[in-house]
């Protein structure tokens, strides 16, 4: 099992550019999440999904749009990408939202916006 | 608002000495307190998790404890490897138990362990 993997792992934009991230995972998880990490900050939820087709908001959801077409798959949208948005991103999943499961992470996909 | 505080914010320490963690946390409704480690450039990864009820939890050479009146944990690495550089993430779920839980991070501690 490959677990969760993110396409790509880095990738530079300039302020307006639009960009899509790749979030897939081959453990047949319910929950998906998209967060930010940044220095000083705790991970920071963006997106989150409980199921194929289905959204909602995080903390943090202002710039970003997400789509969970197919179960295994998590997109990640910057429509118009600003230098706040420099980050690392992480997607993760879960079997269930009940917090017994632990959260299994990708590598990551370090942005910059320039 | 939910909180997680975790100190120090980084640490230095000699291959083979011991070391502590420090967790404390203000999420409610309690369910659940799990550590992370994430080396450098990787996704986090899972090392325990505690509940309410659970006081000490260990995986080899790891050993998280929970005070849940106190509302601290602890995670305590025994005989350091060089392997254990990195940061480790406190991680507190509230939510009722077997509903939805909402995950609070904590902003990590960065170890460092030198020959």
């Known amino acids: 099992n490959a677990g969760v993997t993110q396409t790509p792992k880095f990738r530079v934009l300039k302020t307006g550019q639009s960009m899509t991230l790749l979030c897939a995972q081959d453990?047949?998880?319910?929950?998906m999440y998209w967060y930010r990490q940044d220095p000083g900050m705790g991970l920071r939820l963006i997106h989150y999904?409980?199921?194929?087709?289905?959204?909602a908001k995080g903390e943090v959801p202002d710039g970003y749009n997400v789509s969970r077409l197919k179960k295994q798959n998590f997109l990640l949208g910057l429509e118009s990408a600003a230098p706040s948005q420099t980050s690392v991103y992480f997607c993760?999943?879960?079997?269930?939202?009940?917090?017994?499961?632990?959260?299994?992470f990708g590598n990551g996909t370090r942005l910059t916006v320039t | 608002k939910n909180q997680v505080e975790q100190s120090p914010q980084s640490l230095i320490i000699l291959e083979g000495k011991n070391c502590t963690l420090q967790?404390?946390?203000?999420?409610?409704?309690?369910?659940?307190l799990r550590w992370y480690k994430q080396d450098t450039g990787r996704g986090p990864v899972s090392l325990t998790i505690?509940?309410?009820?659970?006081n000490t939890k260990s995986n080899g050479r790891y050993t998280a404890t929970l005070d849940a009146d106190t509302k601290q944990s602890s995670l305590h690495i025994t005989a350091s490897q060089l392997s254990d550089s990195a940061s480790y993430i406190c991680?507190?779920?509230?939510?009722?138990?077997?509903?939805?839980?909402?995950?609070?991070f904590g902003t990590g501690t960065k170890l460092q362990v030198i020959p």
């Open positions: 993760a999943s879960i079997a269930t939202g009940t917090g017994m499961s632990p959260l299994h």
């Open positions: 453990m047949n998880h319910e929950y």
């Open positions: 999904s409980v199921g194929e087709g289905t959204t």
């Open positions: 967790c404390n946390y203000t999420v409610s409704p309690f369910s659940n």
């Open positions: 505690m509940t309410f009820s659970e």
């Open positions: 991680v507190v779920s509230a939510g009722q138990l077997g509903g939805y839980q909402k995950v609070t």
